[in-house]
T-cell receptor, first 118, second 112 residues
Framework: DTAVSQTPKYLVTQMGNDKSIKCEQN?????MYWYKQDSKKFLKIMFS???????INETVPNRFSPKSPDKAHLNLHINSLELGDSAVYFC?????????????????FGAGTRLSVL | DQQVKQNSPSLSVQEGRISILNCDYT??????FLWYKKYPAEGPTFLIS?????DKNEDGRFTVFLNKSAKHLSLHIVPSQPGDSAVYFC???????????FGTGTRLKVLA
């Protein structure tokens, strides 16, 4: 039973299209994240939601919009896809924020979604 | 501006020997550090962490050392096993931010 699951695993699409990636966690965590790993292997935070509230919003184009219908789900919608959006996108979750004990906030990752924009 | 750096993209080690993976950081405010392991087509998996109030943390074959004055941490794997072959990422975090800043990873290959 996968703890953090992402769908789809692979996504190939044309420039200009709109696509969504879904993420679900069954760990009972309060906080979820989206990361992007580019061709240089940098793994960078994009967004984070805590109990459906946006708490981290890095410098990401407006074409990227996260949506959290409930604390177990965090979806990523991308409008007008560009070649540079090609990357692996990872979803992650952690127990809770609001705790100063970072040991209680270890992030657990999904297997990733490889997005290829042609 | 890369705040967390792993300067060795790859490392090969014989089975049974020690693997040492290194990581440097630039922000002296970071107070929590982690190592993740990643196999192909899988997400990063948490391995071990250390708080800045410690200089060493052990978990079985894995030990992380932190040298705050040098802004350097290292992961020691003893003895190395073929199943340890993976990409290892170090990450740094700052209390209150809940953001992890990752290095670019070191690919470890343990030779049987």
């Amino acid at each position: 039973d996968t703890a953090v699951s992402q769908t789809p695993k692979y996504l190939v699409t044309q420039m200009g299209n709109d696509k969504s990636i879904k993420c679900e966690q069954n760990l009972g965590h309060d906080t979820m994240y989206w990361y992007k790993q580019d061709s240089k292997k940098f793994l960078k935070i994009m967004f984070s939601y805590n109990n459906k509230e946006l708490i981290i919003n890095e410098t990401v184009p407006n074409r990227f919009s996260p949506k959290s219908p409930d604390k177990a789900h965090l979806n990523l919608h991308i409008n007008s896809l560009e070649l540079g959006d090609s990357a692996v996108y990872f979803c992650a979750s952690s127990l809770r924020t609001g705790s100063w004990n970072l040991a209680k906030n270890i992030q657990y990752f999904g297997a990733g979604t490889r997005l290829s924009v042609l | 501006d890369q705040q967390v750096k792993q300067n060795s993209p790859s490392l090969s080690v014989q089975e049974g020997r020690i693997s040492i993976l290194n990581c440097d950081y630039t922000n002296s405010m970071f107070d929590y550090f982690l190592w993740y392991k990643k196999y192909p087509a899988e997400g990063p998996t948490f391995l071990i962490s250390i708080s800045s109030i410690k200089d060493k943390n052990e978990d079985g074959r894995f030990t992380v050392f932190l040298n705050k004055s040098a802004k350097h941490l290292s992961l020691h794997i003893v003895p190395s096993q073929p199943g340890d072959s993976a990409v290892y990422f170090c990450a740094a975090s700052l209390t209150g931010t809940y953001k992890y800043i990752f290095g670019t990873g070191t690919r470890l290959k343990v030779l049987a």
